[in-house]
């Protein structure tokens, strides 16, 4: 029971960020916009947070500060690839090329002096998880309440998002944009402050996601913390079919395999350390190949019609 | 007053030549800025950063050594990326290609006497980079599986299997935990011609004439083109897209494993720690900076080196990080995709009008 409790909670602590992540990116999405940034948007997240945190003792402004900095990215790319109508995939990339080395820069530029200018090996408050000790001891039920902040933020988010995209008049709307802008736009939305809109909310979650790892799930900075996370979450995007309700398995999946690569490397098995550390990238690879098939068998389309292309009223 | 672009009738060609060399400007502008805000002299930096990557014939020479596999790589993902397939599989190709060239070299020498050592390690290299990066295209034509992740989840697998080897059953013995395998013999060595710079530059060089030729005169070319601007035209042309594709793409993935053997046969001469540092994914950069035309990668891989190996030395001189050199890099990009709207549109401003004018026929 305890071994069963103890994977639980590290599957849902290591499927936190994905799943935040996962709705953000679906947000932005649903609005037509790809978004390949997330892995530069995750590491500036959590470098941010973390430096932050560092320096102000307050977890509150370690969030906000990455807010503010996955804001910006993502604003970046809703004007390059909206006003500037850029390509959508090399905007992403580049993204995610400039936050790679940046966020490498910034943690060898922002530490204090004692640790030579380096953020790498400090410690800085945790973010801690909520529930009361009593709560702790009842197994299984504590996994999903023995959690931080973030992880309950997510709770909330998955139905909302859902309700939102499904339920609402404004869900309506930003699905509209994604699926034909020309019939939006003439219904007299702006799907150009949509496509902002979204963008923009869609990189402040990928940002959180990215304060989870460096403030709670590995905490602290070291170099490309993300570990590939970030593609991880363009693919789950694809497995959940761009409905946030489905986001949670996809997360609980990869955050499963996280926790099992723990346990085994725990408990020494032969299997050598780098083939146990490729099961998420193969993971990812089946999963895209077996929903891709499935989609296709089933007729079904996930993705938003309009996704990757640029919308320009002038020219149709 | 307001703004319009409006679709230009031609690709314009000053504006071709003329973003790039603009973005590259904004770029040193921008981490002037940035050097300013963590107290660095901005025209120091830059002064060593030229004299450390072009001043000296060491620099120089190792500003080599850095575009040869971006040259190699660059060329790859601009062949894929003309087709729209993007690849940034690059890393895990050159990663590939290294470890088969390896492979051969160390264990191979019974079979291929003599020179042809080189020849063998080099192939095997093109071959294992063109069968990794087929996997994604046959993924991508056969069943439409998204080949940006593909290619990307395959470089963390190619690059975990390198650490493996040359962590466990490649490992030197004799190497004092040192995480690299023997060096191999000197019949698989790439011949040097400045410093560590190799013949590779003039192999780099050569190809991105002969690619551009291929895609300029050669039917094949042609064929290339017409999928990249319209898959559904090229059917109707009946052209064999998917087939095409596949070889485009395996193409591409021989040039970066070919980047990836030049790396252990000229550089290293043995599989060790350092040979994935990134070309792979700078490699987007040198494609998208030469605006996809292999004639102008080596000239924009030899500036990115540059960059590169300037960063290395300002880290040295005045301290600041390496990683200077990728986030100027990464800058680049920013002016670039902001500035590409030029060379297909041009900036229009335009009176209010009691009457909103006609809209004009469609260019497309």
Known sequence: MDFLTSILTITIRAG??????TIGEILTERSGILNLGVEGIMLMGAISAFAAVFYSHSIAIGLLTAVGVGGLLALLHAFLTTTMRANQVVSGLSITLFGTGFSSFLGQRLGPASNNFRLVGLRAERIVPLAPEWVKQIPIISAFFNQDIITYLVYILLPLAWFFLYKTRPGLWLRSVGEDPQTADAMGIDVTKTRYLYTILGGIMIALGGAHLSLSYTPGWSENITGGRGWIVIALVIFSMWNPARAVWGALLFGGINAVQFRLQASGTSIPANFLNMMPYIGTIIVLVVMTWWEALSKKVGAPAALGTSYMREDK | MKFVFEKRKSTSVPALILVPLISFAVSLVLTALLLAVFGADPFKTYAAMAVG???????????????????MTGLGVAIAFRLKFWNIGAEGQLTLGGVAAAGVALFMEHYFPGRSLLFAALFGGLIAGALWAGIPAILKTALKVDETLVTLMMNYIAILYSEFLYYGPWRDPKGYGFPGSRMFSAN?????????????????????VILWLVLRRTRWGFELQIIGASQKAARYQGIAVERNIILAVMLSGALCGLAGAFEITGISHRLQQGLSIGYGYTAIIVAWMSQLNPLAVPFVAIALAGL??????????MGLPAAMGVVMQGLILFPMLAGSLFTEYRLLIVKPEPRAACPEPSQE
Do not use: C, N, Y
Request: no cysteine; net charge positive; proline share 4%.
């Open chain 2, 308 to 317: 590169s190996v300037g960063g290395d030395q300002v880290q040295m001189v």
């Open chain 2, 188 to 208: 698989a060595w790439l011949p040097r011609i400045m410093g560590r710079a190799h013949v590779g530059i003039w192999v780099g060089i050569a190809l991105a």
């Open chain 2, 53 to 71: 990557a072009f001043g000296t014939s060491h620099g120089f020479a190792e500003t080599l050594v850095k575009a040869i596999p971006l040259m």
């Open chain 1, 16 to 21: 936190t960020s994905l799943t935040i992540a």
